[in-house]
């Protein structure tokens, strides 16, 4: 299908995509794709007062009724998944399965919040004085903000919108200025969705287009009471500060710098796939990208000269082409800093296979790269970075401890995983002294986390959990109600008080 059809199919009209300034550029070819309007502060100001006022009555909107919205939220994207699929290839490169499996997240997501707004449950608690009663409820907390990346244009939206949407709480997105498409995209099927619903208040769920200035006027507003952020560790730091300025509620799901250790007695041939697909997916662009691999050192030479010829093989190109495996990089920055830690590695005793531009002749304007595998001499500063680009960095173990200690040796905590079928070690990596990161995992890679469990992780990732389990407690306030149905005032801690 042609880019303009793409655009086409996911419901835009030529006017839409013009007129504007922001320039948004195809990472497939580099060429502009659309130049899109943009709102000013005071437009997002507005919009602020609009999600507010959308509270007042939201809140009061019985949960299983709100979860009736998200039902026909996920109905939509199902009959959208094709063209929202291939619009998210298009805007952000990545190969047009995975723009399928993008899509498929929201819509597990959304079956998951439908179920949920009939579980928000709290606690009955035993009260220590007689003919008391405690218990705990769970209410809507407010106005949440929405900052997204461009590497997953659209799930992490869903992940939080269709969890805030049941809690009660209207949604505003700043999507990534990199790709806003998919997210204006996204809200035309919501406002279809909303259409269908009937008396969805006006300023429910909004999109905001423009730079990181109008991402600042949600943080700094109070009437902002929650803001969601997935990104990069620096964005979460301005982000949280500001945060905690006015204890506004922070959800942050940063940068990961992923491991996997294989272990003697791991299955290699589920180890390779596992690693090529965690690896260079998305062109090692995701969060959960398996960026270190830990191998014992007597399956080293077993392993590792596989991995480089399964390297060789990758076909690199469109990534809405069948059989494309690696499709382009965001942009030439994101080459940039490949190239310079590739150097870096160079410059580390590090060896490097792999690595450098691809199909520059075909694609002048665009930055398709050759997936880099770096064996390194132990875990240097640049491997304890993270670079948002298909380098693994290979290192040997002899000890299992050091394995564990070289897994956690990072800034960052967001996902982590092994080959083993040694009961012992796997459970030994699951165990308090195992793996500190937010997700752990025993024979599969570090990426492809389904919605069903919380998501985010430890240290420089952030320390937010967004998705399943019970992560809807973040877009919710919790109360405390302690009821007296006596005849006395019996005071708590046995105080004595007559008057
Ligand atoms: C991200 O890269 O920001 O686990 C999210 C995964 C996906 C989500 C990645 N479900 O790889």
Known sequence: MSHSNILKAAGFSASELSGGTLAVHSPVDGNEIARLKTHSTDDVEAMIGKGVAAFKSWR??????????????????????????????????????????????????????????????????????????????????????????????VAPWCWNTALALVCGDPVIWKPSEKTPLAALATQKICERAMQKFGDAPAGLIQTIIGERDIGEVLTSNRDVAIISSTGSTRMGHAIGQKLAERFGRCILELGGNNAMIVAPSADLEMALRAIVFSAVGTAGQRCTTLRRLIVHEDIYDQLVPRLKSAYDGLPIGD????????????????????????????????????????????????????????????????????????????????????????????????????????????????????????????????????????FGGEKDTGGGRESGSDAWKGYMRRQTNTINYSRELPLAQGIKFDI
């Open 319 to 454: 990534p809405l082409d069948d059989g494309t495996l690696v499709g382009p990089l965001i942009d030439g920055d994101a080459f940039t800093g490949m190239e310079r830690a590739l150097e870096q590695v160079k410059a580390d005793s590090g060896q490097v296979h792999g690595g450098g531009r691809a199909l520059e002749g075909e694609y002048p304007a665009a930055y398709y790269a050759t997936p880099a595998i770096a064996e390194m001499p132990g875990q240097t500063e640049i491997v304890r970075h993270e670079t948002f680009a298909p380098i693994l960095y290979v290192m040997k173990y002899r000890d299992f401890d050091d394995a564990i200690a070289l897994q956690n040796g990072v800034p960052q905590g967001l996902s982590s995983c092994i080959f083993s079928t040694d009961l012992r070690e796997t459970e030994e990596f699951l165990s308090a002294t195992g793996s500190d990161c937010g997700s752990a995992n025993v024979n599969i890679g570090p990426s492809g986390a389904e919605i069903g469990g919380a």
């Open 60 to 153: 009061n909107t019985p949960a299983p009724q709100r979860g009736e919205l998200v039902r026909l939220i996920g109905e939509e994207l199902r009959a959208e998944k094709e063209n929202l699929g291939r619009l998210v290839s298009l805007e952000c490169g990545k190969i047009y399965q995975e723009g399928l499996g993008e899509v498929q997240e929201m819509i597990d997501i959304c079956d998951f919040a439908v179920g949920l707004s009939r579980q928000l449950y709290g606690l009955t608690i035993a009260s220590e004085r007689p003919g008391h009663s405690m218990r705990e409820t769970w209410h809507p907390l407010g106005l949440c903000g929405i900052i997204t990346a461009f590497n997953f244009p």
